[in-house]
């Protein structure tokens, strides 16, 4: 769990580090900006009284005379890196096992975090963040994967909210960290190092998935992964009750005449050759691969938005980041209970509704803002849980990391102009989003989940 969101850690801490100080402004010029702060710094000072003049990059890197679209390119080519390695390294997944793409991608993400934290250069920083986007396939997409085939079935939808939560949590560990701990980037950043180290090492400790082992036809090696499994849950079974009674519930089993080796046959080879062939898992997945760009456009629009809404900037993040929170635990009660479509189509039209009253009232009933980021958000982690745990229910599990890879690809494709449209003026970002959503909720009317066959 701490690898899927040790990433996120410095990446979704962008908004506090690139956030401008407030400047003690002259008495003719009392609206003053970072650009006259560039220009005279010693007649436009920082007020470091202020809560929100923090000790982060601007300072370090100088931001106050860069263009703000120059710096949006430190979350931009962060996703650029994500597409560079996401088909490539997602695909591993499905050929070579889920833990060594995970395994590799945390290693490599170590020195890259390292590095961001020294440097004192944008154009070193936005060329880190390229390298660090490249590790966020195995350390998310692949581990996410990774950790919903180690529970039995019924769980996994569950298991998955609860890794959603606490990547949320993040954002509220910043607002916290920043309003009452201290103004100082720094310290959190080496707490979040050793994070991501520690991570590392106990991944050298945690066996290859089993499920994969089994579907790739590699049955002495699921049975040893099952057995350290089972170790590390003081389970004491013979073998052959391990495998009985722990192994995918009936996926697998040697009555009423299945066996493996049909389950292997049920999704062909296993070659995305034959995936593409079939017209209506290729619509599907179509279909699919919008509703996650949908989804990660506008949570990362209405990420990288808040600290230029209307109100307090810390309000704001506190509703963005509470709310986060409470839809993940919420959506995770009841997501088992509804269809994919149901869930797609509450999730699209709440974040929808709340875009559109948020451009109504902002500027006659400023105060509502927090009200509608809020609801906003709430919608949005609704179609991020449902993305992340119907590609079980939509596609052949033979498949399950190269489709959650390649809908990631596209995501992180369009989420490179998510940074850009925040730096316009609103209420056009919030318009885009819920264009954006309502189209969403349209197409999920057309999604067909797989038929489930009952176990054996």
Request: hydrophobic share 45%; net charge positive; charged share 15%.
């Given at each position: 769990?701490l690898?899927?969101?040790t990433?996120q ?7 506090y580090l690139?956030?401008f ?6 008495l003719?010029?009392?609206?003053c900006?970072?650009q ?5 710094p010693e007649h ?9 003049s923090?000790?982060?990059w601007v300072?370090?890197?100088n931001?106050a ?5 120059k710096i ?5 080519m962060?996703f650029a890196g ?5 088909l490539f390294?997602t695909r591993?997944?499905?050929?070579h096992?889920r833990?060594?793409p995970?395994?590799i991608?945390?290693?490599?993400s ?5 590095g961001?934290?020294?440097?004192r250069n ?8 390229f390298?660090l986007?490249?590790?966020r396939?195995?350390?998310?997409q692949?581990a996410?994967?990774y950790v919903s ?5 019924r769980?996994?939808?569950r298991v998955?909210s609860f890794i ?10 910043f ?8 103004k100082?980037?720094l310290?959190f ?5 050793l994070?991501s180290?520690v991570?590392?090492l106990v991944?050298f400790k945690i ?6 082992l089994?579907?790739?036809g590699?049955?002495?090696d ?11 849950n003081?389970?004491y079974?013979?073998?052959k009750?391990i495998?009985?009674n722990?192994l ?5 089993t040697?009555s009423k005449?299945?066996s493996?080796?049909s389950?292997?046959t049920?999704v062909g080879?296993g070659?995305l050759?034959?995936f593409?062939?079939?017209r209506a898992q ?6 699919f691969v919008?509703m996650?760009?949908?989804q990660?456009f506008?949570?990362?629009l209405?990420f ?12 704001n993040t506190?509703v963005y980041?509470?709310t986060e929170l409470f839809?993940h ?5 009841i ?7 149901a ?5 699209f039209?709440t974040?929808?509704?709340?875009s559109m009253m948020y451009?109504l009232?902002?500027?006659?009933n400023p105060?509502?803002?927090?009200f509608?980021l809020g609801?906003?958000?709430f919608?949005?982690i609704?179609?991020?849980n449902?993305n992340?745990?119907s ?6 599990v033979?498949?399950?990391s190269s489709?959650n890879g390649?809908?990631n690809?596209f995501a992180r ?5 998510s ?7 609103q209420p ?13 909720a349209?197409?999920s009317?057309m999604?067909?989940?797989?038929e ?5």
């Amino acid at each position: 769990m701490l690898v899927f969101v040790t990433n996120q850690y410095i990446f979704q801490c962008i908004p506090y580090l690139i956030l401008f100080p407030k400047y003690i402004c002259p008495l003719l010029d009392p609206y003053c900006t970072p650009q006259d702060h560039c220009r005279s710094p010693e007649h436009y000072p920082v007020d470091i009284s202020n809560p929100l003049s923090l000790n982060n990059w601007v300072e370090q890197l100088n931001l106050a005379c860069e263009n703000p679209y120059k710096i949006a390119l430190l979350g931009s080519m962060y996703f650029a890196g994500a597409i560079a390695s996401g088909l490539f390294v997602t695909r591993l997944g499905d050929t070579h096992g889920r833990k060594l793409p995970t395994l590799i991608s945390a290693i490599v993400s170590i020195p890259i975090h390292l590095g961001l934290m020294l440097s004192r250069n944008l154009n070193l920083s936005i060329a880190l963040f390229f390298f660090l986007g490249l590790t966020r396939p195995g350390k998310m997409q692949v581990a996410f994967v990774y950790v919903s085939e180690m529970v039995p079935e019924r769980y996994r939808r569950r298991v998955g909210s609860f890794i959603l939560f606490f990547d949320g949590g993040s954002l509220i560990m910043f607002a916290l960290y920043f309003k009452y701990i201290s103004k100082s980037w720094l310290y959190f950043q080496i707490w979040a190092l050793l994070m991501s180290i520690v991570s590392t090492l106990v991944l050298f400790k945690i066996p290859e998935s089993p499920k994969f082992l089994i579907k790739k036809g590699r049955f002495d090696d699921a049975r040893v992964s099952l057995l350290k499994i089972a170790g590390y849950n003081n389970v004491y079974n013979s073998q052959k009750d391990i495998i009985q009674n722990h192994l995918f519930e009936g996926e697998i089993t040697t009555s009423k005449g299945s066996s493996c080796e049909s389950i292997m046959t049920q999704v062909g080879g296993g070659t995305l050759s034959e995936f593409v062939k079939d017209r209506a898992q290729l619509v599907k997945l179509v279909i699919f691969v919008f509703m996650w760009m949908a989804q990660s456009f506008s949570y990362y629009l209405a990420f990288f938005m808040t600290r230029k809404m209307e109100g307090d900037f810390f309000l704001n993040t506190f509703v963005y980041s509470g709310t986060e929170l409470f839809s993940h635990l919420f959506v995770g009660l009841i997501i088992n209970k509804l269809s994919v479509n149901a869930a797609y189509l509450i999730a699209f039209l709440t974040a929808c509704f709340s875009s559109m009253m948020y451009c109504l009232l902002r500027v006659s009933n400023p105060e509502y803002v927090p009200f509608f980021l809020g609801l906003l958000i709430f919608g949005i982690i609704f179609s991020t849980n449902t993305n992340w745990n119907s590609n079980q229910f939509l596609f052949p599990v033979i498949y399950a990391s190269s489709t959650n890879g390649l809908c990631n690809i596209f995501a992180r494709g369009i989420n490179i102009v998510s940074p850009q449209i925040a730096e316009l003026d609103q209420p056009t970002p919030m318009i885009v989003i819920g264009v954006t959503c309502f189209v969403a909720a349209l197409m999920s009317l057309m999604l067909k989940p797989m038929e489930r066959k009952q176990s054996m």
